[in-house]
């Protein structure tokens, strides 16, 4: 009996953490994000502003999202690594079906860190540890498109002599589909959370059948050099059809740890102290 309505309570706590778009009428915004010259931008993250459902452009730079009335007078917001940010009000593009976004270039110059080769040492930092029965999920059965584009990371510091990132390695697990795609951003920090990002090309990573256990993404021809404490996250931005399930191992209390997550696109990060997540950073200093 006492089980019985823990049930119950669980699913009553379920049911009013769930958006509201589940249980209203929702309308589909749907588009595609294009460069200047038109080609389509894949993997762009959009998303409501500061809110939990977004998602990912595909590979052909189109993307859609169900939206309920209650997002009129929210925004959208539309970023990719390379390209200037772009915000939309919500209430313009119900009326627009299959929208074309288009995102201009960014230019920006990129501080120079000069790393000198002589006596440069190997350091490892993160966690190795992987027996626990504590996990986060990437994956919300039966909303997919709702939290495509979630990023799961941690922090590493660095100090400020320059250090050349070599490998990540982070831990699967749980996987029962049958094809996965990351991006692994690495950020700088300010205020405490993820800031800018300091890689210049997108980073992928891809996992087939099932796969779970380590994961290693090699660093070293991406020429990343840093002379501060980073931020790197695993975010999610494929999947195939079938699977519902992909999690990695947590760990709390983690003394002097910290944790990152962000739940869809374009959601706001939050930060939690004395968790740590099975990542791990090897790099030359």
């Given at each position: 009996?006492?089980?019985?309505?823990?049930?119950?309570?669980?699913?009553?706590?379920?049911?009013?953490?769930?958006?509201?778009?589940l249980?209203?009428?929702?309308?589909?915004?749907?588009?595609?994000i294009?460069?200047?010259?038109?080609?389509?931008?894949?993997?762009?993250?959009?998303?409501?502003?500061?809110?939990?459902?977004?998602?990912?452009?595909?590979?052909?730079?189109?993307?859609?999202?169900?939206?309920?009335?209650?997002?009129?007078?929210?925004?959208?917001?539309?970023s990719?690594?390379?390209?200037?940010s772009?915000?939309?009000?919500?209430?313009?593009?119900?009326?627009?079906?299959?929208?074309?976004?288009?995102l201009?270039?960014?230019?920006?110059?990129?501080?120079e860190?000069?790393?000198?080769?002589?006596?440069?040492?190997?350091?490892?930092?993160?966690?190795?540890?992987t027996?626990?029965?504590?996990?986060?999920?990437?994956?919300?059965p039966?909303?997919?498109?709702?939290?495509?584009?979630?990023?799961i990371?941690?922090?590493?510091?660095?100090?400020?002599?320059?250090?050349?990132?070599?490998?990540?390695?982070?831990?699967?697990?749980?996987?029962?589909f049958?094809?996965?795609?990351?991006?692994?951003?690495?950020?700088?920090i300010?205020?405490?959370?993820p800031?800018?990002?300091?890689?210049e090309?997108?980073i992928?990573?891809?996992?087939?059948?099932?796969?779970?256990?380590?994961?290693?993404?090699?660093?070293?021809?991406?020429?990343?050099?840093?002379?501060?404490?980073?931020?790197?996250?695993?975010?999610w931005?494929?999947?195939?059809?079938k699977?519902?399930?992909?999690?990695?191992?947590?760990?709390?209390?983690?003394?002097?740890?910290?944790?990152?997550?962000?739940?869809?696109?374009?959601?706001?990060?939050r930060?939690?102290?004395l968790?740590?997540?099975?990542?791990?950073?090897?790099?030359?200093?």
């Amino acid at each position: 009996m006492k089980n019985h309505i823990l049930s119950k309570i669980a699913i009553a706590i379920l049911l009013l953490s769930l958006p509201t778009s589940l249980f209203s009428q929702e309308k589909l915004i749907s588009g595609i994000i294009l460069d200047s010259l038109k080609n389509p931008i894949q993997y762009a993250n959009i998303g409501v502003l500061n809110k939990p459902i977004g998602t990912v452009s595909n590979q052909k730079g189109e993307f859609n999202l169900s939206l309920d009335n209650s997002y009129l007078s929210d925004t959208l917001k539309i970023s990719s690594l390379g390209y200037i940010s772009k915000e939309l009000l919500i209430k313009d593009l119900f009326n627009k079906p299959n929208s074309s976004i288009k995102l201009d270039d960014l230019i920006e110059e990129l501080n120079e860190v000069i790393v000198y080769s002589n006596n440069l040492e190997p350091h490892s930092k993160g966690r190795e540890k992987t027996k626990t029965n504590q996990e986060l999920f990437f994956v919300v059965p039966d909303m997919s498109n709702v939290n495509l584009g979630a990023e799961i990371g941690r922090k590493f510091s660095i100090g400020k002599e320059p250090a050349n990132l070599t490998e990540f390695k982070f831990y699967l697990k749980q996987n029962n589909f049958e094809q996965v795609r990351f991006r692994i951003n690495i950020y700088s920090i300010k205020k405490n959370i993820p800031q800018k990002r300091l890689n210049e090309k997108d980073i992928f990573s891809d996992i087939n059948k099932d796969f779970t256990g380590w994961v290693s993404v090699d660093l070293s021809n991406y020429d990343i050099t840093v002379n501060q404490d980073i931020i790197i996250t695993i975010e999610w931005i494929e999947a195939s059809e079938k699977g519902d399930t992909l999690s990695l191992p947590i760990f709390a209390p983690s003394l002097s740890a910290i944790h990152y997550y962000k739940q869809s696109a374009q959601s706001k990060w939050r930060k939690y102290r004395l968790i740590s997540t099975t990542m791990l950073l090897n790099y030359k200093q």
